[in-house]
T-cell receptor
Framework: QKEVEQNSGPLSVPEGAIASLNCTYS??????FFWYRQYSGKSPELIMF????GDKEDGRFTAQLNKASQYVSLLIRDSQPSDSATYLC??????????FGSGTRLQVQP | DAGITQSPRHKVTETGTPVTLRCHQT?????MYWYRQDPGHGLRLIHY???????DKGEVSDGYSVSRSKTEDFLLTLESATSSQTSVYFC?????????????FGPGTRLTVT
């Protein structure tokens, strides 16, 4: 069973702080990793993806990948109340399908 | 929104009745997916399609069938709905032209089986 694990949270951070969301995966064959944001009652929306070891930055978001440790993270700088949502981590399965974690709920306190 | 629509958006049905959910896309994507989302389980893949009449099973395919007779439509059928199939169902596509296979989701269908 290929798995992607996330802490369900909630992770609570004050406005303006850095939120750090973590994810581990079991399939060493996975090459690409994705972060989605999902607001309550809405569909998941892609934030960013990463496939190389190291960091990838896009605006206030930074994805980090460590394939040796099978670990993916998402950092959100200058967190805003509008960032409050559930964040889903996903890994490719090699069949152009994704395996998703159960998500981490982030709460940004004003 | 990747040009994906789902119908119906909400449905209440009784145990034992057949139900068909429709996913429609307007951008000619080859890959289409059906997921279900339940509290504590995240998104789980039911079936996916990699072309007209080409489909494959996901991790939770029991009790579901799919069909794809046209590129733009991917149908999910519950032959005899059960209460355990109460869920939110999302359709997704892969924009394969971008080369990294990220998926984009439709708005979802909330299905309640009573």
């Amino acid at each position: 069973q290929k798995e992607v694990e996330q802490n369900s949270g909630p992770l609570s951070v004050p406005e303006g702080a850095i939120a750090s969301l973590n994810c581990t995966y079991s399939d060493r064959g996975s090459q690409s990793f994705f972060w989605y944001r999902q607001y309550s009652g809405k569909s998941p929306e892609l934030i960013m993806f990463i496939y190389s070891n190291g960091d990838k930055e896009d605006g206030r978001f930074t994805a980090q990948l460590n394939k040796a440790s099978q670990y993916v993270s998402l950092l959100i700088r200058d967190s805003q109340p509008s960032d409050s949502a559930t964040y889903l981590c996903a890994a490719d399965t090699g069949r152009r399908a994704l395996t998703f974690g159960s998500g981490t709920r982030l709460q940004v306190q004003p | 929104d990747a040009g994906i629509t789902q119908s119906p958006r909400h449905k209440v049905t009784e145990t034992g009745t057949p139900v068909t959910l429709r996913c429609h896309q307007t951008e000619n994507h080859r890959y289409m997916y059906w997921y279900r989302q339940d509290p504590g389980h995240g998104l789980r893949l039911i079936h996916y399609s990699y072309g007209v009449k080409d489909t494959d099973k996901g991790e939770v395919s029991d009790g579901y069938s799919v069909s794809r007779s046209k590129t733009e439509d991917f149908l999910l059928t519950l032959e005899s709905a059960t209460s355990s199939q109460t869920s939110v169902y999302f359709c997704a596509i892969t924009d394969e032209d971008r080369g990294i296979y990220e998926q984009y989701f439709g708005p979802g269908t909330r299905l309640t089986v009573t």
